[in-house]
C-alpha cells in the first residue's frame, strides 16, 4: 500500500508538471495571439485612419471641386492604397507563420485530451480570422472600388473643370464683344448717317450678335445640364460612400463580434481547463483520502498483528518449555518403556493367571447349573406331566362317500379346546383330552404343539410321539403327511436341523435316523439290507440298563436333502416287500428312531436323545368280525401290542412301581424313550364320520383311558421331592393322630379348607405314602 501510495503521488506530481507545461505553453500562445489581435487591431485602426483620411479627402476634393492638386492627391491615395494592400499581406503572412507555430506547439502535446478541445478552439479561432480575411478581401475590393470611383470622379471634375473655364472664358468674350458693341452703337448714334449705316450694319450684325447669344445661352444651358448631371454622379458617388462606409461598419461591428466570439471561446476553454484541473485535483484527492483510509486499516491490522505477537510470545516460551521437558521426556522413554513394560508384563500375567483359575471356577460352577437346569426342567415337565394326549380328527374325505353315512358326528366346544362331543347312537358322549385339533387344523398348528418336545431332544431328552386310531383316521398323514404338506417327522427333523445350527457355536451334534417296522411282534429294519431279517432287543452289556438292536441300520443324517433319501429308501423297502402296502401298513407299526448325540465343546458335555416318531397299526378290532387264521393272529399281535402300549401308558401317568414293557416288542423297544425324564406324546386319530362312531367311540375310550389317572398337585409337589416336607408331615400327623372333623379345628392354619378339599387332599397324600412305600 505504501508503495501503491508513493506511486499515486508520483504520478501526481508528474501531472501536475505536465500542466504547468501546459499552462504555460498556454499562457505563451495567449500571448501570442493577444499581440497579434493587437497588431491586427492596429492594423485596422490604422487601416480605419486611413479610409477615414481618405474620405476627408474625399469630402475636400469635392468641397475644393477642381484645382490641380486634386490629381496629386488622388495619386497619393493611390500609393497610399498600395502600401496598406502590402501591409496587410504582411501581416496575413504574419498571421499564418502564427499559425504554424501554434500547430507546431500543438503536435507535442496532442495526446492530452483536454488539448484536443484546445485545437477545437483553435480551429474555431482559425475560422474566425479566415472569415475576417475574407472581410479583408472584401474591404480590399471595397477600396479598389472606391479608387475606382475617385479616378472616374476626378476625370469628372476634371472634365467640369474643363467646361468651367471654357464658359468663363466664353463669357468673358462675349462680355467684351458686347462692351464693344455698345461702344460702337455709341459713336453711331452720334455720327447719324454713320450711324444709320452703322446702324444698318449693327442691325444686321445685331442679328448675327442675337445668334451667337442665343448659341452661347443654348451652351451655357447645356454646360448647365451637364453641371447638374455631374452633380446626381457626385451624389451617387456620395451615396456609394455612405453605403461602403455603412458596410465598413458593419465589418468592422463583424469584427467585434469575432473578437467577443474569440474571447468567449477563449474563455470556455480557460473555463472548461480550469474544470478538468478540479476534475484531475478531486479524482486525486479521492484516491489519495482512500488509500489513506487503505492505509489506516493496514496500520491497524499491524497493529492487530503486533499485539496477537506480543500475545503469542510468552505462548511461545511456554511451547518451547514444554518442547524441552517432551525432549527430554523422550530421551527417558525407552527405559521408562521397559520398565513399564516389564511391570505390565508381569501383571497381565498375574492376571491372565486370575482370570484363568476364575474361568475354571466359573466353568466348574457352570456344569453345576447345566445339571441343576436338567433337573429343574424335568422337574417342571414332570409337574406339568410328561404324557400328554392330544386328538386330532380328520375331515369328511370322499372315501367317506354319501348319505347319512358319511354325516358328521363329531362337534366341539367352542370354548374348550380340549373338549370334543361324539353323537353316538343318539347319545352325546363328551370326552376331554389335553387338547384337540378341529379337521381344519392345519399341519403347521399341529407341529407348533408339538415343537417343544422335538426341541428338548437336542438337551438329552427321549421323546416318542405316536400316532393312534383305526385305519384311516389320519395316522400316516399326520406322522408322514404329503409331499406338498408334510407332516411331524419332516418337520421335526428340519426344526431339529435348524436348532443345530443355532447352537453351532459351542456344541457339535450327529443326527443319525433309522427306520423299523413292527409286524406280528417281529421287529425289521426298513433301510437294512435284508429286511426279512428279524432283529433282536438286547440289553447293553456296559450293565448301563441301556437296550440296542444289533444290527439295525443307522443313517447320518445333515440336511433335508438326507432326509428325504432316507424316507424314500424306506418307503421303496417298504413297498417291495409287500403286495398291498395300505393292508399291510395298518397291521404294522412303523418306527421313525432320529438319534441326536451333542458334544458341548467348551465343557466336553455329551448329550444323547431319542426322537420316536410311531405310526401305530390299525386301532380297529378285527377280532370281533369273527377273523381267522393269519388275521386273526394279526389282530391278536395288534390287539395285544396296543393294550400293552395302553397300559404302559396308563402305568407311566399313575406312576406305578411296575411299568410293563416287556408284554409287547413294541414297548419293549422304546422303554429307554417311555420311562425316566422321556416325554410321550399320543395323538389320538379319529374319523367324523358317521359310520366310524363305534371305532371313534373305542379310540376316544382309550385316549381317556390313558388320559383319567389325574394326578393331584400335591401329591405332584410330594412326589417330585423325594422327602416328605413340613408341611406334609403336618398333614400327616393330621391324619394319623385326629379323627377326620377335628381337621376343620380353628387356629391351626388351614381353617379355610373345605372339608371335601381336605379329604381329597388327605386321599392324595395317602396313595402318595402308599406308592413311595
Ligand atoms: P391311517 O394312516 O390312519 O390309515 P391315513 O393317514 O392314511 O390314515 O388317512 C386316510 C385318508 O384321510 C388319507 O387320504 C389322508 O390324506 C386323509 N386325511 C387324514 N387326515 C387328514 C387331515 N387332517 N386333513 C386332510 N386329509 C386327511
Ligand atoms: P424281568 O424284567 O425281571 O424279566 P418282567 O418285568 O418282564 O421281569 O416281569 C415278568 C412278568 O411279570 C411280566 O409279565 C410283568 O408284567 C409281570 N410283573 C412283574 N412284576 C409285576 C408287578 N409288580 N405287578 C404286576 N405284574 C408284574
Ligand atoms: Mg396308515
Known amino acids: 500500500v505504501m508503495a501503491s501510495m508513493a506511486h499515486l503521488q508520483k504520478e501526481k506530481l508528474q501531472l501536475q508538471e505536465e500542466l504547468l507545461g501546459l499552462q504555460e505553453k498556454l499562457a505563451a500562445q495567449e500571448n501570442d495571439e493577444l499581440s497579434l489581435s493587437l497588431q491586427l487591431q492596429g492594423q485596422v485602426e490604422t487601416l ?22 486634386a490629381e496629386k492627391h488622388r495619386d497619393l491615395l493611390a500609393a497610399e492604397n498600395e502600401r ?36 477545437g478552439l483553435q480551429e474555431q479561432l482559425s475560422q474566425l480570422q479566415r472569415e475576417a480575411e475574407e472581410t479583408r478581401a472584401k474591404l480590399v475590393e471595397l477600396e479598389l472600388e472606391v479608387q475606382q470611383k475617385t479616378n472616374r470622379l476626378a476625370e469628372v471634375e476634371l472634365r467640369l473643370k474643363d467646361s468651367l473655364a471654357e464658359r468663363a472664358e466664353e463669357e468673358e468674350r462675349l462680355s467684351r464683344r458686347l462692351r464693344d458693341s455698345q461702344e460702337t452703337i455709341a459713336s453711331l448714334k452720334s455720327q447719324p448717317q454713320q450711324i444709320k449705316y452703322i446702324i444698318k450694319t449693327v442691325e444686321v450684325e445685331s442679328a448675327k450678335a442675337k445668334q451667337a447669344l442665343c448659341e452661347t445661352q443654348s451652351r451655357n444651358q447645356y454646360l448647365q445640364e451637364q453641371v447638374a448631371m455631374q452633380r446626381q454622379v457626385l451624389k451617387e458617388m456620395e451615396q456609394q460612400l455612405q453605403s461602403s462606409q455603412k458596410t465598413e461598419a458593419q465589418l468592422r461591428a463583424q469584427i467585434v463580434m469575432y473578437e467577443a466570439e474569440l474571447e468567449r471561446a477563449h474563455g470556455q476553454m480557460l473555463e472548461e481547463m480550469q474544470a478538468m484541473e478540479e476534475e484531475k485535483n478531486r479524482a486525486i484527492e479521492e484516491a489519495f483520502s482512500r488509500a489513506q483510509v487503505e492505509m489506516k486499516a493496514v496500520h491497524e491490522n499491524l497493529a492487530g498483528v503486533r499485539t496477537n505477537l506480543l500475545t503469542l510470545q510468552p505462548a511461545l516460551r511456554t511451547l518451547t518449555h514444554d518442547y524441552n521437558s517432551l525432549k527430554r521426556q523422550v530421551r527417558d522413554f525407552p527405559l521408562l518403556l521397559q520398565e513399564t513394560l516389564r511391570s505390565a508384563r508381569a501383571e497381565i500375567s498375574q492376571a491372565i493367571e486370575e482370570v484363568h483359575s476364575t474361568n475354571r471356577e466359573l466353568l466348574r460352577k457352570y456344569r453345576r447349573e447345566l445339571q441343576l437346569r436338567k433337573k429343574c426342567h424335568n422337574e ?135 427306520a423299523a417296522e413292527i409286524y406280528n411282534e417281529s421287529l425289521r429294519d426298513l433301510l437294512g439290507k435284508e429286511p426279512q431279517e428279524k432283529l433282536e432287543i438286547k440289553l447293553c452289556p456296559d450293565g448301563s440298563g441301556q437296550l440296542y438292536v444289533p444290527g439295525l441300520t443307522e443313517f447320518r443324517v445333515q440336511s433335508v436333502e438326507d432326509i428325504n433319501k432316507v424316507f424314500e429308501f424306506g418307503h421303496i423297502k417298504r413297498v417291495t416287500e409287500c403286495t398291498n402296502l395300505n393292508e399291510h401298513s395298518s397291521r404294522s407299526h412303523a418306527l421313525l428312531i432320529i438319534t441326536v448325540r451333542g458334544l458341548d465343546r467348551s465343557t466336553g458335555l455329551r448329550t444323547t436323545g431319542k426322537l420316536n416318531l410311531v405310526d401305530l397299526a390299525g386301532s380297529e378290532r378285527v377280532g370281533r368280525s369273527g377273523a381267522e387264521g393269519s388275521r386273526l ?31 409287547s416288542k413294541l414297548t419293549y423297544l422304546l422303554q429307554d424313550s417311555l420311562s425316566g425324564d422321556s416325554k410321550t406324546l399320543m395323538m389320538v386319530q379319529v374319523s367324523p364320520a358317521e359310520k366310524n362312531t363305534s371305532e371313534t ?40 393322630g385326629d379323627s377326620p372333623g377335628s381337621a376343620a379345628t380353628p387356629g391351626r392354619g388351614h381353617a379355610s379348607h373345605s372339608p371335601g378339599q381336605l379329604s381329597s387332599r388327605s386321599a392324595s397324600i395317602r396313595r402318595k405314602l402308599h406308592t413311595s412305600g
Open 633 to 663: 393272529r394279526e389282530a391278536q399281535h395288534i390287539n395285544k401290542s396296543l393294550s400293552a402300549l395302553g397300559d404302559v401308558i396308563y402305568a407311566l401317568r399313575s406312576r406305578q412301581g411296575h411299568v410293563p414293557f416287556r408284554n
Open 48 to 69: 480605419k485612419a486611413k479610409v477615414l483620411e481618405q474620405a476627408q479627402e474625399i469630402s475636400r476634393l469635392r468641397s475644393e471641386l477642381g484645382g490641380t492638386d
Open 380 to 514: 417342571l415337565v414332570r409337574l406339568k406331566g410328561n404324557i400328554r394326549v392330544f386328538g386330532r380328527v380328520r375331515p369328511i374325505t370322499k372315501e367317506d362317500g354319501e348319505g347319512p353315512e358319511a354325516a358328521n358326528a363329531v362337534t366341539f366346544d367352542t370354548d374348550d379346546d380340549a373338549v370334543l362331543h361324539l353323537l353316538h347312537k343318539g347319545k352325546q358322549v363328551s370326552f376331554e383330552l389335553d387338547k384337540v385339533f378341529p379337521p381344519q387344523a392345519s399341519q403347521e398348528e399341529v407341529f407348533q404343539e408339538v415343537q417343544a418336545l422335538v426341541t428338548s431332544c437336542i438337551d438329552g431328552y427321549n421323546v416318542c410321539i405316536f400316532a393312534y386310531g383305526q385305519t384311516g383316521a389320519g395316522k400316516t398323514y399326520t406322522m408322514e403327511g404329503t409331499a406338498a404338506n408334510p407332516g411331524i417327522n419332516q418337520r421335526a427333523l428340519q426344526l431339529l436341523f435348524s436348532e443345530v445350527r443355532g447352537k453351532a457355536a459351542d456344541w457339535d451334534y450327529a443326527i443319525t435316523v433309522s
Open 84 to 119: 496598406l494592400r502590402q501591409e496587410m499581406k504582411a501581416c496575413e503572412g504574419e498571421l499564418r507563420e502564427l499559425r504554424r507555430r501554434q500547430q507546431q506547439q500543438q503536435a507535442p502535446c496532442r495526446d492530452c485530451h483536454h488539448l484536443q478541445e484546445n485545437a
Open 697 to 736: 367311540l373305542c379310540s376316544l375310550k382309550f385316549a381317556e383311558r390313558v388320559r383319567s389317572v389325574e394326578l393331584g398337585p400335591v401329591s405332584r409337589k410330594a412326589e417330585l421331592a423325594s422327602w416328605p416336607s413340613q408341611e406334609q408331615l403336618e398333614v400327616t400327623k393330621e391324619l394319623l
